[in-house]
């Protein structure tokens, strides 16, 4: 067994995950997981740059991590990093303050590299399920970006589209500033067509049509889940591989994105720095469930964070 740890930091939340893993044997045991909303990608599609208060809020979350690790004693560490630090001109301040905080630079992964962690941390598992007709199709909804893969023991295609629940809000749903509350039907179909058109640009590489079981991942996809259980405080084991209906999905979607702020902050299991990019998280999983004929989404949370500490171990 060897005692790994790995960070994955996107564009809405930054997350550990220290576990013991053997490789030889499948062997997993997670010690640590934990998950800080951080924004990181505030106002760099805008700008294209990363805010000085973002790289605070990220750099006083990494500074908790490297005290976690220290403490459970991990002999590898992997700081992965995904869409807002691809994009962001002023990257190399980011790559500094990681490594003065953890000792490690964090990698800048293409969205190909994302996709094949999040497929080996979604799928390694399901292997073998009766229940779970091949080949999969993995989406990995996060803030900036949404990875589409499609596999059965590897990873035979893979797209990397930048509509994430994040993006899509900041470029479609602020007004002067501030969140739609709620948005408006208007403003709602720019979103759909934006997402329509990036899931026309994962078509052309990545068959779509072949998928036999969904499985998301991510935020959004946890946090529409949590809601179709009716859940009273997230919880993580009841989330883990369930199995949330088309017709669920659609209802919260439309739910999400006609609510004010207050009433989705007020709903249990919604996390605080969800409140105002879900609907728009929920929209892409919708339109994907739709472009594809899916009639349900098996939820996993294991995804990236996963992936990226098989690959240390």
Do not use: K
């Amino acid at each position: 067994m060897t005692r790994v740890a790995a960070v994955d930091c996107g564009t809405n939340s930054i997350r550990l995950l220290v576990a013991d893993c053997d490789p030889r044997t499948g062997a997993f045991t997670e010690l640590d997981r934990r998950m800080t909303v951080v924004r990181l990608g505030q106002g760099v599609d805008r700008t294209g740059r990363l805010a000085p208060e973002a790289l605070e809020r990220t750099f006083a979350a990494c500074r908790e991590y490297a005290r976690v690790v220290r403490e459970l004693g991990a002999e590898r560490v992997r700081f992965v990093a995904t869409s807002a630090s691809r994009d962001a001109e002023n990257r190399e301040d980011f790559v500094r303050g990681v490594r003065d905080i953890l000792g490690v630079d964090p990698e800048v992964i293409s969205g190909d590299e994302e996709a094949e962690f999040s497929f080996t941390g979604a799928t390694r598992e399901l292997t073998g399920r009766a229940d779970l007709a091949r080949p999969y199709l993995v989406v990995d909804i996060g803030g900036g970006s949404t990875e589409l893969v499609v596999g059965e023991d590897r990873v035979l295609a893979a797209r990397s589209v930048d509509v994430g629940c994040v993006r899509m809000t900041e470029r479609h749903l602020v007004v002067d500033g501030e969140v739609a509350d709620p948005p408006t039907a208007a403003q709602v179909a720019v979103v759909r067509a934006d997402i329509e058109a990036a899931l026309d640009l994962a078509a052309e590489t990545v068959p779509l049509e072949r998928a036999r079981t969904l499985v998301g991942l991510a935020g959004s996809v946890t946090t529409v889940a949590a809601i179709a259980l009716g859940l009273p405080a997230y919880d993580s084991a009841a989330i883990h591989h369930s199995r949330i209906s088309y017709e669920q999905v659609r209802a919260i979607t439309e739910r999400m994105l006609t609510a004010t702020h207050a009433e989705r902050a007020a709903i249990p299991v919604m996390h605080p720095g969800r409140v105002d990019v879900i609907g728009a998280g929920a929209l892409v999983l919708l339109a994907i469930m739709e472009r594809t004929g899916a009639r349900e989404v098996v939820v996993s949370e294991h995804d990236i964070l996963d992936g990226i500490a098989w690959s240390v171990a």
